[in-house]
């Protein structure tokens, strides 16, 4: 007697989607005292749903921006000084907020701006940067007269080691993160972005590195970058990506 066998194969519907996941930290210098550094600094953590640390509140400034949207933010600043090596000298903690919206420009403007405020009126005789030029990549080692290449930035032929890397202590990594190590580990991820500063006797270059998916790299950033009391955007994040500064100070 023959046994026939039957093989069913059901088909579902599966909606295909990228991990929202990111962690981006931005440094958005604002001027110098002496040879520091000012900035304001940004921490951005983005979700398809709200994460609260324990004993946490929804952040001390309130946006009210609950919207349906997918994207789930939550975002810390913090005021930096610097020295010219970007071994952080003193970081204070300014501001927090939590929210849902799919673009968070306006958010990053508002908290931007209350740093600046305070920044303005603690420091009286800072020289403000002039912004100069910003500029977007796909991922690149190199761009220009700028090579990123294991832990050494080479700009305008010179070297500079990126001794930063090895501080576990430093604000600007997600340290509790498990890819704090792989995003410090040369090779470092490749160049995103470029922004140039100056002041009238320093130029100051920061780089955004960052790793992760692309989803859609025919994307270009228009962003107007000629005046510091406004030079603050929203750096394109990858889908489960996580992303870094990191910058030169170059005598002119």
Same mark, same amino acid.
């Given at each position: ?85 970007? &071994?952080?000298?003193?970081?204070? =903690? /300014? !501001? ?9 420009? #306006? $958010? ?99 780089? &955004?590195?960052?790793?992760?998916? =692309? /989803? !859609? ?9 000629? #005046? $510091? ?24």
């Amino acid at each position: 007697m023959k046994k026939i066998i039957f093989f069913f194969i059901i088909l579902l519907p599966v909606q295909l989607s990228a991990c929202l996941n990111a962690h981006s930290f931005k440094i958005f210098p604002l001027g110098m005292t002496g040879d520091t550094i000012i900035s304001v600094d940004i921490h951005m953590w983005r979700s398809d749903s709200f994460f609260l640390e324990e004993g946490e509140e929804k952040g001390n400034v309130s946006v009210n921006t609950f919207s349906s949207s997918d994207f789930k933010w939550k975002i810390k600043t913090y005021i930096t000084k610097y020295d010219r090596y970007q &071994h952080p000298i003193e970081a204070l =903690s /300014v !501001d927090s907020a939590i929210f849902s919206k799919d673009d968070c420009t #306006d $958010i990053l403007f508002l908290l931007y701006e209350r740093a600046f405020n305070k920044v303005k009126k603690e420091y009286e005789t800072i020289e403000l940067f002039k912004p100069i030029e910003i500029s977007f990549y796909d991922g690149v080692s190199e761009c220009g007269n700028i090579k990123l290449s294991d832990a050494v930035i080479r700009y305008n032929k010179n070297e500079y080691p990126i001794a930063i890397i090895n501080d576990p202590t430093y604000h600007g990594f997600d340290a509790d993160s498990e890819y704090h190590e792989i995003m410090t580990t040369p090779p470092l991820p490749p160049i995103y972005s470029v922004r140039k500063y100056r002041t009238s006797n320093f130029e100051l270059v920061v780089l &955004h590195l960052q790793s992760g998916q =692309s /989803v !859609d790299k025919s994307e270009k950033l228009s962003v107007e970058f000629n #005046d $510091i009391g406004s030079a603050i955007y929203q750096e394109p994040l990858l889908y489960h990506g996580h992303g870094y500064d990191l910058f030169v100070l170059e005598s002119i």
